[in-house]
């Protein structure tokens, strides 16, 4: 295993350094497949390492070398693969496999086809880094790893002023989450003298039980968490990223970026479990979240917004998760989201190419039989996602809700939060599919929309499988080992509750169908009747403006009065002023340099008489004292 | 009056000698020897108080300035051979390139 993981790393490394230096000069199909297949090599070596951890290996903490030491301060290189790293490389180059094949036929027209698969390695290299990390540094270099190829896919179309708009956006959040990760680990090295995970679980107990210290470290850990998972309040530039080319939504949404903060805490769990109030705070940032987005999501009429408030809205549910001790749940909910989430965002990117980059849901409709794949599969990921019994989604959501119904306190309210979120999301996301997919009132239909080709369908299937049946996957108990065991939940409380999560989806299902699908003029009806907070919730809360308002104006007013008050009338007031000084002074002071060397020799001579004359004096051998 | 002291006046007699002559003079090679002048009278202040103080230092220092003044003669006799030979007026008050 030892050998295997940094192989996990080094092919994705490949892919990105062959198609970044000679991406230009080899054949389209030679670069799609070496960024492809770099991918789904790293897939085969990390299925190689599920085989060894499920054939009874030892979880692997490897130092690889020593990549600086000052004093006691040690940043080796060390890989950490335990049962939670392990599912998180396979869901990553698994999916990210299966997306980039997918971008092989979605970006085949696009001229930056070269750069777009290298940057697409270098993000699931830097994911797999933040994954398989061993300490706090390289964890830091995985974090803004990601967050570098996120700005320079986002950005990816540079020529679209909303693209590079985004992608600035993004790296902002996202710096803001990496000063909170940096800080993290600046009070964690202050305080246990530690880098690298074993050693800060090992001496972590020295700290007292949720005192400030450790409370701190936790809540600068979910400033990095919530601007890298877009949640509140670090959530605003998710969306605008929805400006990249739609495979990159489908990376970031399913298995790159946006889960690395679910992650985070789940690896660091023993932390959160030492500090509770810390671990509070994620679950209510998490709960709070869910709901929230999947509010904005009932209004939207961009279908990648839609999809991208959906994940704002899955990634809160994970976030409940794992602040209330729910790890597993959390985790398996990330596995079955990477599942669903991908194929919707694939399914809408073949979509929109077949609306010619239109994005709007209205101009969409009555697609079973233009694009019958992509409907079908559209519709799994839809049931899935809304947590319909037996498909995945309904499983691993169903775990969290319980989990956090059982929990007791204030956690309890989340849950309820939880469940109504639940029939929310059932709402949002079959108002997106009856309206742009459409069910049957289309009479006569004379579009003529084509599938996409068998390069984008196929992995779209392969993740409506997983969709399927990726709840039957035991990941509690192959965590159990990081995690603990799971709790054994009794039969009729699991009917119980599973009954009321479906109800609830069903009740979203059904006022989607009665308004979106049978009565349209209802929606406009109750559109107007909630005017007021159909405004607030279409304008995404007005948080776009508030933040520009309360940061970026006021950012923008002290930038202009720096550059036209402070840089003219100070800073180049002081430098020209020296400049002009020294040039007048120096007309006076040139008349000494006579050229002639006599005179040279008589101001030398001067000097001279003088310096000893003041010796002399200092020394006591004139008449007259110098100096005392 | 000690015989350091004839010594002494001695030497600032011939260091003044040498002071004066660099001033006024026009001629650079005489404004030369002028410096030599004004190095040797060092020269023999050193070695007379040297023998009155029963030290070696200013022998030795006395040694280090005839050093420099030999290796100061080879580069400012080039000088002069240059300006000479360039045809110019051998005069120090009109070498004066390096003013502008």
Known sequence: MDTLAPLVLLAPLAGFLVNAVFGRRLPRPVVGWIGAGSIGLGFILSLAILIQLLAGARPLDQTYFTWWQS???????????????????????????????????????????SRF?????????????????????????????????????????????????????????NTIGDIGMIFAAFLIFLNLRVTDYRGLFDRLHQLPRGGAVITAICLLLLVGAVAKSAQLPLHTWLPDAMEGPTPVSALIHAATMVTAGVYLVARMHMLYDWAPAAAATVAIVGGVTAFFAATIGTSQIDIKRILAYSTMSQIGYMFLAVGIGAYAAGMFHFMTH?????????????????????????????????????????????????????????????????SALAAPGGEFWLGVLALVTAGLTAYYMFRLFFIAFGWEWLTHDDRHLHEAPPVQTVPIIILATGAVVGGYIPIATFLSPVFGAPGEVGFGTFLGLAALSVLAALAGLLIAYLLHARRPELAVAWRTRLAPIHALVEHKYYIDELYDRVFVQPGLALARFLNGVIETRVIDAAVNGLADFTLVEAREFRLIQTGRVRSYALWTLGGAIGVVLIVAGFLGYLPWRLGG | MPAAY???????????????????????????????????????????????????????????????????????????????????????????????
Request: hydrophobic share 60%; net charge negative.
């Open chain 2, 6 to 100: 004839l010594f002494l006046l001695l030497s600032g007699a011939l260091f003044t000698m040498g002071a004066v002559g660099f001033l006024v003079r026009h001629n650079p090679l005489v404004v030369f020897m002028c410096i030599e002048l004004m190095l040797n009278a060092v020269n023999l202040a050193f070695a007379a108080e040297s023998r009155f103080l029963n030290s070696l230092d200013g022998v030795v220092f006395a040694f280090l300035v005839i050093a420099v003044a030999a290796a100061e003669v080879v580069v400012g006799i080039a000088i002069i051979v240059q300006v000479y030979r360039g045809g110019r007026q051998m005069d120090v008050d009109q070498l004066d390139l390096m003013k502008e």
């Open chain 1, 338 to 402: 990477a599942f669903f989430k991908a194929l919707l965002f694939m399914a809408a990117g073949n979509v929109i190419h077949a609306f010619h980059d239109d994005q709007d849901i209205r101009h969409m409709g009555n697609l079973r039989a233009g694009l019958p794949i992509t409907f079908w599969t559209f519709l799994v990921g839809t049931l899935s996602i809304s947590g319909f019994p037996l498909l995945a989604g309904f499983f691993s959501k169903d775990e969290i809700i319980r």
């Open chain 1, 71 to 113: 004093g006691d301060f040690t940043v080796p290189f060390n890989l950490y693969v335990d049962q939670l790293s392990t599912l998180m490389i396979l869901v990553i180059t698994g999916v990210g496999f299966l997306i980039h094949v997918y971008s092989i036929g979605y970006m085949r027209e696009d001229p930056g086809y």
């Open chain 1, 117 to 173: 698969f290298a940057y697409m390695n270098l993000f699931v290299l830097s994911m797999l880094l933040l994954v398989l990390a061993g300490n706090l540094v390289w964890l830091i270099i995985g974090w803004a790893g990601v967050g570098l190829s996120s700005y320079l896919l986002i950005s990816f179309w540079f020529d679209r002023p909303a693209a590079v708009l985004a992608g600035r956006k993004a790296f902002v959040m």
